[in-house]
């Protein structure tokens, strides 16, 4: 089946630098990625959408220039949290899709981020 | 908007039967999943429904209404393992951009006891 490849699974850095997080689609092109943070004991927010080749759209409340989104091909798509803060440490994750939507979504392992 | 509202809690003895419930208000609706989800994992599909009417998969099973803005998930024969937070999510079809976005209900904790 579908598989999608993130990493890190966990990250630790300091206050003030910035973390790239990598989901690849292993054999399947993914056309659209979600990206999501989940805070302990809460669900996923969505965060942005990307499709590949264009401009990330974000959600209401979510810095665009702090969250940066590529999606330079249909089996890469990153997301960089720049300048991090202790507020930022989270669980992300990734959700790829295709043209083809009722294959559903294949979701990332996710990465745990934490900022000291 | 969106607005996906599910209990946040439930328990269950470990053999019945537990039913999970979810609402949801959308303005593009374009089917409805559910997956579950362990502490610190990624979610896991379970089902998944745009028509009317109870989807069947093993011991979970899938219920949805869409003139109502209902779903529910049914767990038969519950197992100690099926102890998990159990997203309900919801298809919403954007008008502009040409995507559908995946919004998550707030999910339930549901905890199995023997």
């Known amino acids: 089946g579908a598989v999608v490849s993130q990493h890190p699974s966990r990250v630790i850095c300091k206050s003030g630098t910035s973390v790239k997080i990598e989901c690849r689609s292993l054999?399947?092109?993914?056309?659209?990625m979600f990206w999501y943070r989940q805070f302990p004991k809460q669900s996923l927010m969505l965060m942005a959408t990307s499709n590949e080749g264009s401009k990330a759209t974000y959600e209401q409340g979510v810095e665009k220039d702090k969250f940066l989104i590529n999606h330079a091909s249909l089996t890469l798509s990153t997301l960089t949290v720049t300048s991090a803060h202790p507020e930022d440490s989270s669980f992300y994750i990734c959700s790829a899709t295709t043209l083809i939507e009722a294959y559903g979504y294949t979701f990332g392992s996710g990465t745990r981020l934490t900022v000291v | 908007g969106q607005n996906i509202d599910q209990p946040t809690e439930m328990t269950a003895t470990e053999g019945a039967i537990v039913q999970i419930n979810c609402t949801y208000q959308t303005s593009g609706f374009n089917g409805l999943f559910w997956y579950q989800q362990h502490a610190g994992e990624a979610p896991t599909f379970l089902s998944y429904n745009v028509l009317d009417g109870l989807e069947e998969k093993g011991r979970f099973s899938s219920f949805l209404s869409r003139s109502k803005g209902y779903s529910y998930l049914l767990l038969k024969e519950l197992q100690m393992k099926d102890s998990a937070s159990y997203l309900c999510a919801v298809r919403d079809r954007q008008n502009s951009g040409g995507y559908n976005k995946l919004i998550f209900g707030a999910g339930t904790r549901l905890a199995v006891h023997p």
């Open positions: 054999d399947f092109q993914a056309t659209t």
